[in-house]
């Protein structure tokens, strides 16, 4: 009995630090790989917005805020939305059409990025361009709508994300409000709560679990590659403006990484990976300790 | 650094790849020198330029039926990075579309031949509303467009050449690749000829800083871009354009002359050069002279090793290259690449008897 025991142990605890290790692995060769560039620009790399591979000058400040500016934004659309499909599906939905909609919504996650990236250029951007150009001159002057009505900018990056990191947090977000006892619902209209009032203690209730789902979201959108780099603009400037041509961490990777022929230039993309990778790793951390603070919470709460 | 280096492009590999290519990419040669070659089947592994691929998969298929037993792999992952799996010798050939620079040349562990195969250009693209006659360029107000000193489409200097088109107020929109390509190279290369202010403010490479404009992703995504965005100029390579009917403008060669880019005047710029072609073929002929010469036009190299370490390779390569350098030419036409002219194969084929095959 205690050996098949001490075997399932090992061999689960063997899993658990294989994963451990393939992070610390990833993170190793990303920074030995970009060692170059790390001693040659040090943290000037983290805070100049110099791109230029000819002359040799790789600063990577404008595609850590296209990065996070577009992921940001990209939460904040959708957000909103995801946290409204879950609680639709879970809490109001008639049974009849349950199905089908998640059924949608995870279809929504398995298309390809590069699908969303050609309905961005051909459908999204023309669309974004002409709310651009219909905006009123005097919105026009406001630093964040400012710039030439291009359609292809930050806002249509943020709205293609927001629309792939939907049925991501959505469907989390989904899971999580299916765990709420029913007895906290009950208890709820049993202390005479309307349908909002009870939804809404269901939604209190989940609430370390719905951050997860959004933060899940957030961490899809930091790395999203393909179709970010179709609506972007592929600029890389530090800019206020929804509307002006940006670039993200993973879209200059993408882009520029198969004829990056010097080995510094290389090295500089490789540290942008390095920057991205530490940045996501900081997400994560920071979430984790989001949860954690909530969930120590919980109990004095329920005590007093 | 070379280890580091191969790393990286196996990553690219893996991810540019289907994993249909199995495991040959790295094996260099399953060649049999012990009995005779013919009832052995040679693999030979190359890797690099994508804007050639057409036509060298159609050369590959085309040989191999020729020679059913010699079969030809080749991976369009990118100039750069088949000039770094050439250098680290994990292919036998790599394929580029701008020649090697001499940093490059020096990491490689022995000689590397530099070999013409075809050719290629890019043209300007523009979307400007209610003008529907062919637009002129120079290469400076190319230039200019391109550093953002040309704001608007009714500038004098556009005006001037192009007298009779009514040009509108309306702001150029500049649109460039945003993707490290071989066609940003012979794009900025030709800038870089005829602008001083290119040159120093921009250079030369395959990705450089633009100091204005959107970057799409491809052809398609510069294109795409131009088709949609009223006021836009962009760059396409000529196969591109040809292939999608996307109207172009001429553009002045070092003679004066207004070209309409097309397969003849690529292969006349290449004509031009041929008489100052330098006996290792790396040689930019944009802004070429010589009547009906396209100015912004580039060779394609495949790239091989003076001494290849496998010497039965080596010879396939090489008989092989005498094949496309002459009947393989025939290819060009239905692909949309101009072919190489006369003068050029001529050098090159006395050329080949360089790669030490024994």
Same mark, same amino acid.
């Given at each position: 009995?205690?050996?098949?025991?001490?075997?399932?142990?090992?061999?689960?605890?063997?899993?658990?630090?294989?994963?451990?290790?393939?992070?610390?692995?990833?993170?190793?060769?990303?920074?030995?790989?970009?060692?170059?560039?790390?001693?040659?620009?040090?943290?000037?790399?983290?805070?100049?917005?110099?791109?230029?591979?000819?002359?040799?000058?790789?600063?990577?400040?404008?595609?850590?805020? +296209?990065?996070?500016?577009?992921?940001?934004?990209?939460?904040?659309?959708?957000?909103?939305?995801?946290?409204?499909?879950?609680?639709?599906?879970?809490?109001?939905?008639?049974?009849?059409?349950?199905?089908?909609?998640?059924?949608?919504?995870?279809?929504?996650?398995?298309?390809?990025?590069?699908?969303? +990236?050609?309905?961005?250029?051909?459908?999204?951007?023309?669309?974004?361009?002409?709310?651009?150009?219909?905006?009123? $001159?005097?919105?026009?002057?406001?630093?964040?709508?400012?710039?030439?009505?291009?359609?292809?900018?930050?806002?249509?990056?943020?709205?293609?994300?927001?629309?792939?990191?939907?049925?991501?947090?959505?469907?989390?977000?989904?899971?999580?409000?299916?765990?709420?006892?029913?007895?906290?619902?009950?208890?709820?209209?049993?202390?005479?709560?309307?349908?909002?009032? $009870?939804?809404?203690?269901?939604?209190?209730?989940?609430?370390?679990?719905?951050?997860?789902?959004?933060?899940?979201?957030?961490?899809?959108?930091?790395?999203?590659?393909?179709?970010?780099?179709?609506?972007?603009?592929?600029?890389?400037?530090?800019?206020?403006?929804?509307?002006?041509?940006?670039?993200?961490?993973?879209?200059?990777?993408?882009?520029?990484?198969?004829?990056?022929?010097?080995?510094?230039?290389?090295?500089?993309?490789?540290?942008?990976?390095?920057?991205?990778?530490?940045?996501?790793?900081?997400?994560?951390?920071?979430?984790?300790?989001?949860?954690?603070?909530?969930?120590?919470?919980?109990?004095?709460?329920?005590?007093? | 650094?070379?280890?580091?280096?191969?790393?990286?492009?196996?990553?690219?590999?893996? &991810?540019?790849?289907?994993?249909?290519?199995?495991?040959?990419?790295?094996?260099?040669?399953?060649?049999?020198?012990?009995?005779?070659?013919?009832?052995?089947?040679?693999?030979?592994?190359?890797?690099?330029?994508?804007?050639?691929?057409?036509?060298?998969?159609?050369?590959?298929?085309?040989?191999?039926?020729?020679?059913?037993?010699?079969?030809?792999?080749?991976?369009?992952?990118?100039?750069?990075?088949?000039?770094?799996?050439?250098?680290?010798?994990?292919?036998?050939?790599?394929?580029?579309?701008?020649?090697?620079?001499?940093?490059?040349?020096? &990491?490689?562990?022995?000689?590397?031949?530099?070999?013409?195969?075809?050719?290629?250009?890019?043209?300007?693209?523009?979307?400007?509303?209610?003008?529907?006659?062919?637009?002129?360029?120079?290469?400076?107000?190319?230039?200019?467009?391109?550093?953002?000193?040309?704001?608007?489409?009714?500038?004098?200097?556009?005006?001037?050449?192009?007298?009779?088109?009514?040009?509108?107020?309306? @702001?150029?929109?500049?649109?460039?690749?945003?993707?490290?390509?071989?066609?940003?190279?012979?794009?900025? @290369?030709?800038?870089?000829?005829?602008?001083?202010?290119?040159?120093?403010?921009?250079?030369?490479?395959?990705?450089?800083?633009?100091?204005?404009?959107?970057?799409?992703?491809?052809?398609?995504?510069?294109?795409?871009?131009?088709?949609?965005?009223?006021?836009?100029?962009?760059?396409?390579?000529?196969?591109?354009?040809?292939?999608?009917?996307?109207?172009?403008?001429?553009?002045?060669?070092?003679?004066?002359?207004?070209?309409?880019?097309?397969?003849?005047?690529?292969?006349?710029?290449?004509?031009?050069?041929?008489?100052?072609?330098?006996?290792?073929?790396?040689?930019?002929?944009?802004?070429?002279?010589?009547?009906?010469?396209?100015?912004?036009?580039?060779?394609?190299?495949?790239?091989?090793?003076? @001494?290849?370490?496998?010497?039965?390779?080596?010879?396939?390569?090489? @008989?092989?290259?005498?094949?496309?350098?002459?009947?393989?030419?025939?290819?060009?036409?239905?692909?949309?690449?101009?072919?190489?002219?006369?003068?050029?194969?001529?050098?090159?084929?006395?050329?080949?008897?360089?790669?030490?095959?024994?």
């Amino acid at each position: 009995m205690r050996s098949p025991d001490l075997g399932f142990r090992v061999s689960i605890g063997a899993f658990a630090a294989a994963l451990l290790l393939v992070v610390i692995a990833i993170g190793f060769t990303l920074a030995n790989d970009s060692w170059l560039s790390l001693q040659k620009f040090g943290l000037n790399f983290w805070r100049t917005s110099t791109w230029n591979p000819v002359s040799g000058e790789f600063g990577a400040l404008p595609f850590i805020w +296209g990065t996070l500016y577009s992921s940001v934004l990209a939460l904040l659309i959708a957000t909103p939305v995801a946290l409204g499909i879950a609680v639709f599906i879970s809490e109001l939905c008639p049974r009849m059409l349950r199905t089908p909609l998640v059924f949608l919504t995870e279809l929504l996650a398995a298309i390809p990025s590069i699908v969303y +990236g050609l309905w961005g250029i051909f459908v999204l951007v023309p669309a974004v361009r002409g709310v651009e150009t219909a905006m009123p $001159a005097s919105l026009r002057t406001l630093p964040l709508f400012s710039g030439p009505p291009l359609g292809v900018g930050m806002f249509a990056a943020a709205l293609i994300l927001a629309v792939m990191v939907v049925p991501f947090t959505s469907a989390v977000a989904r899971e999580v409000l299916k765990t709420v006892p029913e007895t906290q619902r009950e208890a709820a209209y049993a202390l005479g709560a309307t349908r909002f009032e $009870a939804i809404r203690a269901a939604i209190f209730f989940a609430r370390t679990g719905i951050i997860g789902a959004v933060m899940l979201g957030f961490g899809r959108a930091l790395g999203e590659t393909m179709a970010v780099t179709m609506v972007i603009g592929n600029n890389p400037q530090v800019a206020l403006s929804l509307f002006a041509p940006q670039y993200t961490m993973a879209a200059v990777i993408a882009n520029e990484f198969t004829e990056a022929a010097n080995a510094l230039y290389l090295s500089a993309l490789v540290e942008i990976g390095l920057v991205l990778f530490v940045i996501t790793l900081a997400v994560n951390a920071l979430s984790r300790a989001l949860i954690w603070s909530m969930a120590r919470q919980l109990p004095s709460k329920a005590a007093a | 650094m070379a280890q580091v280096q191969t790393r990286y492009i196996g990553f690219a590999l893996a &991810a540019t790849l289907l994993a249909a290519c199995g495991g040959s990419n790295t094996q260099p040669v399953t060649a049999n020198n012990s009995s005779s070659n013919s009832s052995q089947t040679i693999q030979i592994n190359g890797a690099g330029a994508t804007f050639p691929y057409p036509i060298y998969s159609k050369w590959f298929s085309e040989y191999n039926k020729l020679h059913p037993n010699i079969q030809i792999n080749y991976q369009s992952i990118g100039s750069g990075g088949g000039i770094q799996q050439v250098t680290n010798q994990t292919v036998f050939f790599g394929a580029t579309d701008g020649p090697m620079n001499e940093e490059q040349l020096k &990491a490689a562990p022995g000689p590397i031949l530099h070999f013409p195969t075809v050719l290629g250009a890019v043209v300007p693209v523009y979307n400007i509303p209610g003008v529907t006659d062919e637009l002129k360029f120079t290469g400076q107000v190319l230039a200019d467009i391109y550093l953002g000193k040309i704001k608007k489409w009714n500038d004098a200097a556009l005006a001037k050449l192009n007298p009779g088109v009514k040009l509108p107020a309306t @702001d150029v929109t500049i649109v460039h690749r945003s993707d490290g390509s071989g066609t940003t190279y012979i794009f900025v @290369d030709y800038l870089s000829k005829v602008s001083p202010d290119f040159k120093t403010q921009v250079g030369v490479s395959t990705s450089v800083k633009w100091p204005v404009g959107v970057g799409g992703k491809g052809n398609e995504g510069v294109s795409g871009l131009v088709t949609q965005t009223p006021g836009s100029i962009g760059y396409v390579e000529l196969i591109y354009a040809l292939q999608n009917k996307i109207a172009f403008g001429p553009v002045q060669n070092a003679d004066g002359e207004f070209v309409k880019a097309s397969v003849d005047a690529v292969t006349k710029a290449a004509a031009a050069a041929a008489t100052t072609m330098p006996p290792d073929f790396r040689v930019s002929i944009t802004n070429a002279t010589g009547a009906g010469a396209y100015p912004i036009s580039s060779f394609t190299w495949l790239l091989f090793y003076e @001494d290849p370490k496998d010497k039965a390779a080596g010879k396939v390569m090489v @008989d092989f290259m005498r094949w496309a350098l002459t009947d393989g030419q025939k290819y060009c036409a239905d692909l949309g690449y101009a072919p190489l002219p006369g003068s050029v194969v001529m050098v090159e084929q006395a050329a080949l008897d360089r790669i030490k095959v024994s």
